[in-house]
């Protein structure tokens, strides 16, 4: 096991100025993963996860920058000696080797002897429900079934560090929460360094020790999950993670409430101390679902019921506020199935004030809570 270390690591793709206006890749990413943790990248598609792991497997020369695993500075070094083991997006398989023999491979290379091979290709195979399936090729296995072995080729070679692109993304909904489960589990047990990357931010806020999240190839903010869900450094942030994401709702300030489509927000007053000298200001106030609730007494927000969804335990409601612009407001919250309103129903809702989120509605950025 060992740490890694990125420090100002660049990778630039696409053309050279002037004919490239953007330039694709990532800028100046700089984290140290502790030996034994496990940290999760997360970002919009395209935002360069793929890019930094593959950069740490030594897939991809980085334009500038160094990279350490353990104490060793392994920019030079092949992508073979670095000892990880990466399980890719494509989990690319070898086609006409045998599940079991797709398992052995790594440990073959590194001359590991046939006694403990066997041995970790039967836990693995358990452990991730392959063992039915040892002997078939990979073209004979559903999508699934081929990036669970992807994973049990990485997990088998025990290795000092294991990169993990978004490995869960082609299981359905239950396999892909007993992996989960199963993950977790397996990186208590062994402890081996990991580097995550996922779309699903139920995944990174369950399986992260920090999260490093990524925009246009660069951090974004790196913290553990509950700060990150809970002090989002931008709006962005704000709205990646949390299922249905944070409500935003365009605001006008006034120096002592907000101006939403017509309808009036109070601003708590040690929320005013820091607006006052912006006052007048165009702001983005930020709402998570679970903040929001139907109430008969407090009315801060009125709206007209436009979906609901149950999903059991709750339904999931998404409402507009009405104004005469073509383009309303909408919020989404959470009810319980017995208070469930009706499409076209109008109500109104009650927020937790002190749980308000404001951002700066050009930068992004959070001036609320700071
Ligand atoms: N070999 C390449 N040549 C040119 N551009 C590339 C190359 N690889 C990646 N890019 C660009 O670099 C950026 C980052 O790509 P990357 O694959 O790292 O994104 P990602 O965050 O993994 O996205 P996704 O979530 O869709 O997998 C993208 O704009 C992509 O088009
Ligand atoms: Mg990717």
Not at 9 to 28: L, M, N, W
Not at 69 to 81: K, T
Not at 148 to 159: E, K
Not at 302 to 318: D, Q
Request: aromatic share 6%; hydrophobic share 40%.
């Amino acid at each position: 096991m060992a740490k890694v270390r990125l420090e100002g690591i660049t990778r630039q793709f696409g053309g050279v100025a002037p004919r490239a206006t953007v330039a694709a890749g990532i800028t100046d990413i700089t984290f140290e993963v502790p030996d034994g943790q496990f940290w999760v990248l997360i970002g919009p598609s395209g935002c360069g996860k793929s890019t930094i792991l593959r950069t740490i497997a030594g897939l991809e020369t980085a334009t500038s920058g160094d990279l350490y695993i353990g104490d060793c500075l392994v920019n030079q070094i092949p992508a073979r000696q670095r000892d990880v083991a990466m399980v890719f997006q494509n989990y690319a398989l070898y086609p006409h080797m045998s599940v079991a023999e797709n398992l052995a491979f790594g440990l073959q290379m590194r001359r590991v002897d046939a006694k403990t091979t066997q041995e970790r290709i039967e836990t693995v195979a358990e452990m991730l429900a392959i063992d039915h399936l040892l002997d078939r090729k990979p073209g004979q296995l559903s999508g699934g079934q081929q990036q669970r072995v992807a994973l049990g080729r990485a997990i088998a070679r025990q290795p000092q560090v294991f990169l993990l692109d978004e490995p869960l993304s082609n299981l359905d909904a239950q396999l892909r929460d007993e992996t989960r489960a199963e993950l977790k589990r397996l990186h208590q047990q062994v402890g081996i360094t990991t580097i995550y990357v996922t779309h699903d931010q139920v995944e990174a806020m369950t399986l992260a020790d920090q999260i490093v999240v990524l925009d246009q190839g660069r951090i974004q903010q790196i913290a553990d999950p509950q700060t990150i869900y809970g002090s989002p450094a931008n709006r962005l942030i704000a709205t990646f993670l949390g299922s249905p994401p944070m409500n935003i709702l365009a605001a006008t300030y006034d120096g002592t409430a907000f101006q939403i489509g017509g309808q009036t927000l109070p601003c708590p007053e040690s929320v005013q101390a820091k607006l006052q000298p912006l006052q007048g200001q165009h702001y983005d106030l930020g709402i998570r679902s679970e903040h929001l609730q139907i109430s008969a007494d407090v009315d801060h927000l009125k709206v007209e019921i436009s979906v609901v969804e149950p999903l059991g335990r709750e339904v999931l409601v998404r409402a507009v506020l009405p104004t005469s612009s073509s383009r309303s407001p909408e919020v989404a919250f959470q009810c319980r199935p017995d208070q469930c309103p009706r499409v076209g129903d109008r109500l109104s809702l009650t927020l937790d004030l002190k749980q308000l989120f404001i951002f700066d509605q050009q930068t992004g950025n959070t001036l609320h809570p700071s």
